[in-house]
């Protein structure tokens, strides 16, 4: 059985910086690509950054203050965070598009989400 498994998230000041963590567990075949998701209340879910083989991308809101980096052999990804703003606060996601022993194919799992809270 595949989880996700997401820390790091907290509460902190404007100005401030965290690094949310996103761990898979299970019996992986392979991840075509990881993504960080964030839905702030009353608003739709949105794509924050994301990374397969054609490279990382992010929102323009978030460009130049974070950065998404993985561990293949920890299959782990990151998504440190700085210089945040009220405007990031969030629950975020960790998602997955991964293909398992049994299902090689890609299929898309999500973690249980982090808050992240800025605020002075």
């Known amino acids: 059985q595949v989880q996700l498994v997401e820390s790091g998230g907290g509460l902190v000041q404007p100005g401030g910086s965290l690094r949310l963590s996103c761990a898979v567990s299970g019996t992986i075949f392979r991840i075509y690509a990881w993504g960080w998701y964030r839905q702030a209340p009353g608003k739709q879910r949105e794509l924050v950054a994301a990374i397969n083989s054609g490279g990382t991308k992010y929102v323009d809101s978030v460009k130049g203050r974070f950065t998404l980096s993985r561990d293949s052999v920890k299959n782990t990804v990151y998504l440190q965070m700085n210089t945040l703003k009220p405007e990031d606060t969030a629950v975020y996601y960790c998602?997955?598009?991964?293909?398992?022993?049994?299902?090689?194919?890609?299929?898309?799992?999500w973690g249980q989400g982090t808050q992240v809270t800025v605020s002075s």
């Open positions: 998602n997955a598009d991964l293909g398992t022993i049994r299902t090689p194919t890609p299929q898309a799992y």
